[in-house]
């Protein structure tokens, strides 16, 4: 599976956009990009998946450039529950295995 | 709330000893998988279930096994406890249906502490 590289910390502010980028450069053809979010002592959650430009849910926004060779995760708004890890993956959805970094830590500031 | 609930929530072992996980899928669920993780770290995956037989197994020991039954809950079993066995043990399920997009739903976690 591709091998993700994503900064280990950002901060933010309360009502700011965060951007969380991620890079796959050896990404498959099949390989799919998704991102979990992990607060403390919980699973991580499914957050948004894509494969290829823009996807957007009620959650936040994915950014794939054309090479697809990295990806931005975009959060509109964050609040101070946004404050967790984020996981970027690549793989093939169907796999039996997903393979985590260790992630952006994310702190929201007031 | 994902609907995949796992038991204990916490547990303290000691060194040696034998100790089992309890997951239990979301409603519709026929695969689960087993994730190790260590503080700090990202989940390591352990092995996965896909309708009662092992699917796929990560770099862990054979003192790591599993099983799951034909209501698709699994348990996670270790034995010979070690130190480093400390971490959050969590449990995905998932439907699979040769979907690529095919999504993994993570329960709580049992935090295992060994001494």
């Known amino acids: 599976l591709a091998k993700t590289t994503q900064p280990i910390s950002m901060d933010s502010y309360e009502g700011q956009e965060v951007n969380i980028t991620c890079s796959h450069n050896?990404?498959?053809?099949?390989?799919?990009i998704t991102w979990y979010q992990q607060f403390p002592s919980q699973g991580p959650r499914f957050i948004i998946q894509?494969?290829?430009t823009k996807v957007t849910n009620e959650v936040a926004s994915l950014f794939i450039p054309a090479d697809r060779k990295s990806s931005t995760l975009s959060l509109p708004r964050v609040s101070l529950s946004d404050t967790a890890v984020y996981y970027c993956l690549v793989g093939p959805l169907n796999t039996d295995k997903l393979i985590f970094g260790t992630g952006t830590r994310l702190q929201v500031f007031p | 709330e994902t609907g995949v609930t796992q038991s204990p929530t916490h547990l303290i072992k000691t060194r040696g000893q034998q100790v089992t996980l309890r997951c239990s899928s979301q409603s519709g669920h026929n695969t689960v998988s087993w994730y190790q993780q260590a503080l700090g770290q990202g989940p390591q995956f352990i092995f996965q279930?896909?309708?009662?037989?092992?699917?796929g197994r990560g770099n862990f020991p054979p003192r790591f096994s599993g099983l799951q039954f034909p209501n698709y809950s699994s348990e996670l079993n270790v034995n010979a406890l070690e130190l480093d066995d400390s971490a959050l043990y969590l449990c995905?399920?998932?439907?699979?249906?040769?979907?690529?997009?095919?999504?993994?739903?993570f329960g709580p976690g049992t935090r295992l502490t060994v001494l």
């Open positions: 279930y896909y309708r009662e037989e092992e699917n």
């Open positions: 995905a399920s998932s439907h699979w249906t040769g979907d690529p997009t095919d999504t993994q739903y």
């Open positions: 050896n990404i498959a053809t099949n390989d799919y």
């Open positions: 894509g494969y290829k």
